[in-house]
C-alpha cells in the first residue's frame, strides 16, 4: 500500500500552511497511483485496498475522468455484465522528450504510460544555436501533429543542470548559460524541464523501471555513455542537491593514466576508466596492428564480445572491473538499497555482471549491507524515457513533494 505518512522533517523555511483540500489532493494522486500501477482496477477494488470510502473514490474518479488522466474499460466477464474497470487513459501523446546526447538527439512523445508513441532524431551540432533550431522545428511539428494534446517538454543534457533550466554547463561542447529551456517555451507556448541526463534516468527509473525498483526507495543509477553519470535517489525522489550539481561521481578519482581522457580534460576520473570511449580505447590497444579495428563502434564491440571475441570481451571485463570499483565508493559512502547500471552498455551484461559484481564484493569491506547491482529495464535509451519523465512524474508524484 503506498504509504501517505512519510516522515520528512518539516523545513520551515519552505513550508506551506496546509490547504484544507491538500488531503483531498493527496488521495487523487494515491487513486491515480493505482490506476498506473494496478489497472485495469475497479473503483471497488482501489476502496478496499486504500480503506478509503467508496463514495470518495468515485469522486475522485470523476475528477481524473474529467481531467483526462484515466478512463474507464470492460473487464473480462464471469457470466453476467462485464465489470467496469479504470486504466490510464493512453488515447494522446502528452509528452514531448527531448533527449540530448553528445551523438544524437532524439526528440519524441509519448501517451501518459510512458510508451514511445512517435520519434525523430538527428545529430547534435556542436553548434548550440543550431541544435537549438533543429530542436525547436522538430517540437513543433509533433505539437502540430498532435493536435494540441502535448502538455509539456522535458529535455535531458549530458551536463550540469541548474534545477530552473537557467544555467546549464555541457562540458563536451562547452555549453555555458544556453537559453535553451526559455527559446523552447517561447517557441512552442509549453512549459519546459530540464534536468541532467542521469538525473533523468533515475526519475524514468523511479516512474517507468522494473518493478522491483518502483519499490526501491533509496538507490543510485550509473549511467554509462560516452561520460559516466549517476542520478540519486533518495526517499522516492531524485536528490539534486545544492544547484542541482550532485552525482558528479563519474568525476570522483579512481587512480592514474586512464585510457581517456574524462569530459574534463583528466585522466584520473572514473568516467576516463569506465565509460564507453575507455572500452573502445581498450579494444583497439588490445587489437593494435590487427586490419579491420579502425570503424568498430561501442555497439560494435558489443556485438563481437556476444559473439565471444576474445579481445572484446576482454576490454568490456576490464571497463566492467572499473564500474565495479567506482560502484564500489558509491556503495560505502551512500549505501543504497540498489545500484542500476544503464544505457547501451546493459545488453552486455551477460558478459560484464559477473566482473562488476565480483569486484564490488571483493573491494568492498566486509559487515557492509549487500546491495542489489542490476541492469537497467529502460532499454538502450534510458535517457529519452528520462526527459519524457520529466513531464510525465509530475502528473504522478505526491503533491506533498515540492
Ligand atoms: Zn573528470
Redo the contacts with the bound molecule.
Keep these: 500500500m503506498l504509504s501517505v505518512c512519510q516522515m520528512r522533517r518539516i523545513d520551515l523555511k519552505k513550508a506551506n500552511v496546509a490547504r484544507s483540500n491538500t488531503i483531498r489532493d493527496i488521495n487523487r494522486q494515491i487513486v491515480l497511483n493505482y490506476v498506473r500501477e494496478r489497472g485495469p482496477i475497479s473503483r471497488a477494488e482501489i476502496a478496499h485496498e486504500t480503506a478509503l470510502q467508496r463514495s470518495t473514490v468515485s469522486l475522485i474518479v470523476e475528477e481524473l475522468r474529467v481531467d483526462g488522466l484515466i478512463e474507464e474499460v470492460s473487464g473480462e466477464s464471469t457470466g453476467g455484465r462485464p465489470p467496469i474497470l479504470l486504466s490510464l487513459r493512453t488515447a494522446d501523446a502528452v509528452a514531448i522528450g527531448v533527449d540530448v546526447g553528445t551523438n544524437r538527439t532524439i526528440v519524441a512523445t509519448s501517451d501518459l504510460a510512458g510508451r514511445v508513441l512517435q520519434e525523430e532524431s538527428f545529430e547534435t551540432d556542436p553548434d548550440a544555436e543550431e541544435t537549438t533550431r533543429q530542436i525547436i522545428e522538430r517540437a513543433r511539428k509533433l505539437i502540430r501533429r498532435n493536435n494540441e494534446t502535448i502538455e509539456g517538454i522535458g529535455v535531458s543534457l549530458p551536463g550540469l543542470v541548474h534545477p530552473d533550466g537557467s544555467e546549464l554547463f555541457v562540458p563536451t561542447f562547452n555549453w555555458r548559460d544556453l537559453p535553451l529551456s526559455k527559446e523552447l517555451n517561447e517557441a512552442t507556448g509549453l512549459p519546459v524541464t530540464m534536468d541532467n541526463d542521469a538525473n533523468a534516468a533515475a526519475l524514468a527509473e523511479l516512474w517507468f523501471g522494473r518493478p522491483e525498483i518502483r519499490e526501491v526507495r533509496d538507490f543510485i543509477l550509473v549511467l554509462v555513455e560516452d561520460g559516466v553519470g549517476t542520478g540519486i535517489v533518495f526517499d522516492g525522489q531524485v536528490y539534486r542537491g545544492e544547484n542541482g550539481a550532485a552525482g558528479e561521481f ?2 570522483m578519482t579512481i587512480g592514474q593514466g586512464a585510457p581517456v ?6 585522466r ?5 576508466f569506465a565509460s564507453e570511449r575507455s572500452a573502445l580505447a581498450r579494444y583497439k590497444n588490445l587489437t593494435r596492428g590487427l586490419n579491420g579495428n579502425a570503424d568498430v563502434t561501442f555497439s560494435t564491440l558489443i556485438d563481437s564480445a556476444l559473439r565471444g571475441e576474445g579481445p572484446a570481451r576482454q576490454a568490456l571485463k576490464a571497463t566492467a572491473n572499473y564500474l565495479g570499483i567506482g560502484i564500489a565508493n558509491l556503495i560505502r559512502g551512500l549505501a543504497p538499497e540498489a545500484v542500476i547500471v544503464g544505457g547501451p552498455i546493459v545488453r552486455a551484461w551477460p558478459v560484464i555482471a559477473d566482473d562488476i559484481k565480483t569486484t564490488v564484493e571483493t573491494t568492498i569491506c566486509r559487515g557492509l549491507p549487500s546491495t542489489h547491482i542490476m541492469a537497467s529495464t529502460l532499454g538502450p535509451e534510458p535517457t529519452l524515457m528520462g526527459a519524457l519523465s520529466l513531464v510525465l512524474a509530475s502528473k504522478f508524484a505526491s503533491v506533498s513533494v515540492t
Design positions: 563519474g568525476h581522457a574524462c569530459a574534463s580534460g583528466s584520473e576520473c572514473w568516467e576516463a
